[in-house]
């Protein structure tokens, strides 16, 4: 499995940017797809996910009604679209795919990993 992130760069506060990942290799039915993000000096964090078997989807607070994460099936491809960006939202950001039989993604146990891409507000 192969997971390739793109779309980071720098922003002012208050804009937008939209994360790709690009995914290969996978064979599996049900999973969760998300999103983490790493500032310097700080733990990795989820910020957001999806879940293959039922599209749904869960926000970290600090992300809720600013950032969506959405799938384009056909282009195997996952996106999280980031608005109202904020300093605090500077960070590496990651893409993860998790096996999962029950849709519970707010979890760091992932078992597929991007190299990540970096964002700068």
């Known amino acids: 499995v192969q997971l390739v992130e793109s779309g980071g760069g720098s922003v002012q506060a208050g804009g937008s940017l939209r994360l790709s990942c690009a995914a290969s290799?996978?064979?599996?039915?049900?999973?969760?797809m998300g999103w983490f993000r790493q500032a310097p000096g700080k733990e990795r964090e989820v910020i957001a996910a999806?879940?293959?078997?039922?599209?749904?989807?869960y926000y970290a607070d600090s992300v809720k009604g600013r950032f969506t994460i959405s799938r384009d099936n056909a282009k195997n491809t996952l996106y999280l679209q980031m608005n109202s960006l904020k300093p605090e939202d500077t960070a590496m950001y990651y893409c993860?795919?998790?096996?999962?039989?029950?849709?519970?993604?707010?979890?760091?146990?992932?078992?597929?990993w991007g190299q990540g891409t970096q964002v700068t507000v």
């Open positions: 999806i879940y293959t078997g039922d599209s749904s989807t």
């Open positions: 993860a795919a998790r096996i999962s039989a029950n849709g519970y993604c707010n979890t760091m146990s992932y078992n597929y």
């Open positions: 290799g996978y064979t599996y039915s049900r999973y969760c």
